[in-house]
C-alpha cells in the first residue's frame, strides 16, 4: 500500500449514463492531484450499458487501473465517496462524502434525507438540488397519529458542477465519418437538436418531455414550405434495436394526432463518443439546442452542446440555472405542475413534489423567433461558450474538489507509530550488584522426578 491516503470511490463509473460521465470525472480529477491512492468500486445503473471505458483512452486506462477486482480492501480508507442517488449512501471510510444530482423536482424522498444523514458530508451538482434538501423537512408520526421527530438533512452540503473538458468539448469544424455518414441522411439544412434519454412516462409525463417538444415542434412548423428540422439524439434504456423501434413508435404516435404536412423529425439512436458528440453538435446542419426538461439535478448536456457556440434554448429553472446565464442563454418561461406517479420508480417518486412544465405557446414563438432571427441569438450564444468555459471547466471543477477534499482527509487521525527503547546488547556473565555483561547464561533445568 501507498503512504498517500486512501480513497474509495463507490460509483456506476463503466456506465453510459450521466452518473457514469460524473465519476470518471471525479476519479480522474482525484488522479490528477496526484495526493492520493485512489480505488474504485464500480456498482450498476439501472440498466444502462457497462461498456463506456474504451480501450485506449489514456483517462480511461487510468481508472481500469484503480478499479477493484474483489469488492475488499487490505484496510479502511481515509476517505470514501459514494456516487449514487443518496438513499444508497454507505459510510465505509474514516470519512465519508455522499455525491449525487440530487434531485430533478420541488421535495426529495425522506429516504434520500436518511441518506446524507449518514455521511459526514454531501456534495451537490448544483444550487437548486443544494436548495432542495436544505428546504426539506418531514414530521414523523406513530400508528396512532401522533408526531414524532422532525427529520432533515444535518450534516454539512456543499455545491460541486460538473466541469466540461474543454478540450473535448469545443468549437470545431473537423466531423469524423461516423458523425458524417449520419448527417448525410438528415435533408435539412436548419435543425434543432436534443439530447437525452426519453425515459418512461405518457405524453407530457416523461422527466426531459420529449414527448411534447416534438408535438409542440410539428404544431409550430406543420404546411410551412421550407420549415426547420428537429434531431432527436436519444434512446430509454439501451441503444438495442428494440429501444430503437420503441422511441420511433412513440414519434410516430405523436405525428399521427397532427393534421396538416408536417416538418421532418431524425431520430440519432446508438453509442456516441465524446469527441463524436461534440461533433454532433458543431456540425454545420445543428444550428440551436434545445431543452423542454421538467427538472435537472445538473444538465450537463446542456454545458456540452453550449461549447459549440450555438443558441442554447431550456426552462429557466432546475440545476442548469447555475450556467446557463439568462443574458446569453434563450430560457423558456412555464409554471410548477404536480409530478405524474409513473414518471419515476416508486422508491424515488414522493407524492406532493412538482417539476416545471414549459409554456408550450412561449416555446413555440421562440422556436419560431430563432428561426427568423438567429443571427441576433447567435451573437449571444457566442458569449455563453466563453462564459461556460472560464467557469464552468474540468479544471475550476478539480481545483474546488480539491478544496473541498482536503480539510476533511486532513481531519482524519493520523495513524502513530510506537516506538520501544532501543535493547542495549548483553555481554559478560552477571555478578550480583554489578551491571551485566556479555552474554546471558541461564542454568541448566533439571528433571524433576517423584
Known sequence: MSDKPLVL???????????????????????????????????????TPMNALEDGNPIHDKIKECMLTEPSLPKQPELHIHIVVPNEFQPLGKKNIGMTAGIETTIPPPKWIEGMNRMDLNILTSEFSKQGFDQAEFESQDKQGNKGSLLKVTKPMETLFEGVDTNVY?????????????????????????????????????RKDLGMMVKVFCETFKNQKKPPGLILKTSGATFSIIDREE????????KKDIKGI???????????????????????????????THGEGFGRPL???AQSGKPVIAPGWSGQQDFLNPNYSVLLSGSLAKVPKNSFPKEIYFEGSQWFQVNYQH?????????????????????LQVYTKSLFSYEKMKEKLDKIITPLIESVPKQVELKLPKLQKIEGTPV???????????????KVTK
Open 247 to 254: 422511441i420511433l413508435t412513440k414519434i410516430k404516435t405523436i
Open 262 to 292: 408536417l416538418p421532418p423529425v431524425y431520430l440519432i439512436h446508438g453509442d456516441l463518443t465524446d469527441e463524436e458528440m461534440n461533433e454532433m453538435y458543431n456540425h454545420p446542419k445543428v444550428k440551436a439546442h434545445i431543452s423542454f
Open 170 to 206: 469545443r468549437p470545431t469544424n473537423e466531423i469524423n465519418e461516423v458523425v458524417k455518414e449520419t448527417f448525410d441522411s438528415i435533408d435539412n439544412d436548419w435543425n434543432f437538436l436534443s439530447t437525452g434519454h426519453w425515459l418512461s412516462g405518457n405524453l407530457g409525463e416523461d
Open 9 to 47: 470511490v463507490t460509483a456506476p463509473i463503466t456506465t453510459r449514463s450521466g452518473y457514469g460521465n460524473h465519476s470518471r470525472d471525479i476519479v480522474s480529477a482525484l488522479l490528477d492531484l496526484d495526493k492520493y491512492e485512489v480505488k474504485v468500486n464500480p456498482v450498476r445503473w439501472g440498466n
Open 363 to 383: 416555446a413555440s414563438q421562440i422556436m419560431k423567433d430563432v428561426v427568423k432571427n438567429y443571427i441576433k441569438y447567435l451573437v449571444k450564444s457566442k458569449q
Open 303 to 305: 454545458l456540452e452542446a
Open 432 to 446: 550480583k550488584g554489578e551491571p551485566v555483561k556479555g552474554k546471558l547464561k541461564l542454568p541448566a533445568l533439571k
